[in-house]
């Protein structure tokens, strides 16, 4: 890529491009009875609370280059959380502030309109059915940035701060920019796959499939986890205080969810 100089664009202006990274992950759980179930979503819900995701979030904006201009949470009745970040890439803040304290015209709420759609959310969503045995937590977060920087070297992080079973991931880069010379660029790093961004021991615990549409600019991969070792996923059950038929059919029926939840169809 020629315009690239010492990994650096030489643009005219203000980066323009819009980055968004939507990331899903599952955490399936085994819970025989609807109270283990009950209780299981409620330990969830403790783990996962708006104070622990927000803190998750704070990482995630010093990884990617960004300030921080806003945070609103809050924790739901009965289960569940949601968390927003309003964030800023810091150069642009500095240019800004330079150039506005030279004209005495510096008003922050400028800054929050013009980067309203540069943000961090996350949603979790605890679920179980009491005809199952089954409970499965979701944790949604969505990433969207403006300029230069990209939410994609967050990714190792962000598996890792979560139980990770099955794993979705959605990048896009809209918008274009321009260079010293005109010339108008519509993506300003490399990417093949959003597994390049992903850590190789990371990939190897899971089955990964990409749906790619390299001329919008769009990026999709799925991840199913490959070994189940059932104790990790009983709550309050010893594996071994099991027989070898019910705990055969117990990690059936975890896979079944899990690989239903991976291709999207209800398969079995």
Not at 112 to 136: G, N
Request: net charge negative; glycine share 4%.
């Amino acid at each position: 890529m020629g315009w690239i100089m010492d990994n650096k664009l030489k643009l005219n202006g203000f980066n323009n491009l819009t980055k968004s990274l939507s990331f899903n992950i599952y955490d399936v759980c085994y819970a025989k009875s609807e109270r283990e179930q009950r209780d299981y979503i409620a330990y969830i819900d403790e783990q996962y609370n708006s104070d622990r995701l927000t803190n998750i979030l704070y990482h995630v904006t010093e990884m990617i280059g960004a300030r921080v201009l806003n945070v609103s949470k809050q924790d739901y009745d009965p289960q569940g959380a949601s968390v927003t970040f309003l964030i800023a890439e810091e150069t642009f803040l500095r240019e800004y502030r330079e150039e506005n304290i030279e004209k005495n015209n510096f008003q922050g709420d400028t800054v929050v309109a013009h980067l309203d759609k540069s943000h961090v959310t996350v949603h979790t969503y605890p679920e179980y059915h009491p005809d199952t045995s089954i409970a499965t937590f979701r944790v949604d977060i969505d990433v969207a940035t403006c300029g230069e920087i990209t939410p994609l070297s967050t990714l190792d992080f962000l598996i890792g701060s979560f139980d990770s079973d099955i794993i979705t991931m959605d990048y896009r880069v809209r918008g274009f920019t321009r260079d010293v010379s005109g010339k108008k660029l519509f993506m300003d790093h490399k990417i093949t796959s959003i597994q390049d961004y992903i850590d190789d021991k990371t990939l190897k615990e899971y089955d990964a499939i990409d749906i790619n549409v390299y001329q919008s600019n769009l990026f999709h991969t799925k991840m199913l986890l490959k070994e189940i070792t059932l104790q990790n996923y009983l709550f309050n059950t010893d594996a071994y205080e099991l027989p070898p038929r019910t705990r055969l059919q117990i990690t059936e029926n975890l896979r079944r969810e899990m690989i239903e939840i991976f291709s999207g169809s209800n398969v079995y």
